[in-house]
């Protein structure tokens, strides 16, 4: 029998200041599968995210996690909600002041009634499992970039949740400790069952780990479709593509990183020389004077912005 989705996201819409950042998407995760959430800067796939976690409520639509809608919920019945998942923050979000064995063991001395004892061995085995058990006395402050991103997944995994978040887990990183974040989420995922949700817009790491992948544009979702079927697109030749669809091109363009194409062709679709001889650009800001104009108003320098020792 087919399984019902952990997440279940319906015509979902979300605006900022009037803005429509989420035009009406539709997206189904499904038990232990890996789903990429991919698209170009301001495609809405970091506000879907923040959405699907409950940090942000959509005016439209509904997300569904484990079968409740998480839209309106009151804070307590959403902590509980949250327990059953953890985040990968795109920085790891640690706390500085903490060791990273503390780190991981705060959310167990918040949300459970486990002796300091069994603490101990969950947190050693979460830092074993990412390989930072011998670091557990670390601070942030003296470990790596990659070592901060494994330590923020241990603490996320801290609770054994059902679903894994993950906000650009491999951004800034070099390509081999990108290449060990991604096989850490693919063995969460085969080893654990766990459900992974990346948001991503690295095409490498996004194909190594993905078994479905969905496609965000301008707040859109142009498609949600198996890793196979973006491998095509990717690896459909020029002469092939210029029988596509628009859309279809935008994907290629994106999933191959071409300079050339609609994404681009959109970018520079204005016309620059209207522009240019045109209206002019509002760039007052009330709030900030310029030091010249400050002189200029009172006829001599400001003593605020001289040097008292001279």
Partial sequence: MPKDPVIRVRDLVKRFDGRTVLSGVNLDV??????????????????????????????EGSVELFGSNICGMCETDLNGIR????????????????????????????HTDLTPEIIQIQVKIKLELVGLREHAGKYPSQISGGMKKRAGLARAMALDP?????????????????????QLIINLS?????????????MDSAF??????????????????????????RDTDADAAEGMSETDRLIRQFLRGDAVGPITERR??????????????DFDIPSVVTTRSKVASSGQPDDDLTD???
């Fill in 30 to 59: 499904m038990p232990g599968e890996t789903m990429v959430i991919m698209g170009g800067s301001g495609s809405g796939k970091s506000t879907l995210l923040r959405c699907m976690i409950g940090s942000l409520t959509p005016e």
């Fill in 83 to 110: 327990k059953k998942f953890g985040i990968l923050f795109q920085s790891g979000a640690l706390f500085n002041s903490m060791t990273l064995a503390q780190n991981v063991a705060l959310p167990l001395q918040e």
């Fill in 162 to 182: 059902r679903i894994l978040f993950y906000d650009e887990p491999s951004a800034g990183l070099d390509p081999v400790t990108s290449a060990e974040i991604d």
């Fill in 190 to 202: 085969s080893n654990l069952g766990v459900t992974s949700v990346v948001v991503t817009h690295e």
């Fill in 208 to 233: 190594a780990i993905a078994d479905r992948m969905a496609m965000l544009d301008a707040g859109r979702m142009l498609v949600v479709e198996k890793r196979e079927y973006f491998e095509r697109m």
């Fill in 268 to 281: 520079t679709s204005t016309n620059f020389e209207e522009d240019l001889f045109g209206g002019p650009i």
């Fill in 308 to 310: 008292e020792s001279t």
